[in-house]
């Protein structure tokens, strides 16, 4: 699953399921993308993958966090778009980062990446034109 393209909402979503079927407990997935590239999308389908409601899966970017219970281990999803710095999002959220057999989805993780896991999977997004995503996976 290196890199590979969508070309709907729900075809982001179905790509977020099935990389979460292949993480395990305690995994990190560190999002970057542009705004409205699909993050929340394929956050969506990672979170319907580890058992999660698939509706409650909504971009935490005035709340910096949303938990979504599920049955693998909670996911706990991180926005950093609107973090001012480090210091703020640790002071705020320490306890989830070190999220235990669940999973922790960071975006615009390249915001502040020395907060990002150091085994985290790396998914870049970007525009593909006419309505196409291209998806790059690094491990």
Do not use: C
């Amino acid at each position: 699953m290196p890199t590979f393209q969508t070309a709907t909402p729900e075809e982001t979503v179905e790509a977020g399921r099935a990389l979460a079927a292949r993480l395990g407990p305690g995994a990190a997935v560190a999002l970057v993308g542009d705004l409205g590239a699909g993050k929340t999308h394929f956050v969506r389908g990672l979170a319907t993958g580890w058992g999660a409601d698939p509706g409650e899966a909504t971009s935490p970017s005035f709340a910096l966090l949303h938990e979504y219970a599920a049955p693998r281990g909670n996911v706990h999803h991180l926005d950093l778009y609107r973090a001012a710095n480090a210091n703020e999002v640790w002071s705020a959220v320490h306890d989830e980062l070190d999220h235990g057999s669940g999973l922790l989805v960071i975006e615009w993780a390249d915001r502040f990446p020395e907060l990002v896991p150091p085994d985290a999977v790396w998914v870049r997004i970007r525009h593909a034109g006419e309505g196409r995503r291209e998806f790059s996976v690094e491990p």
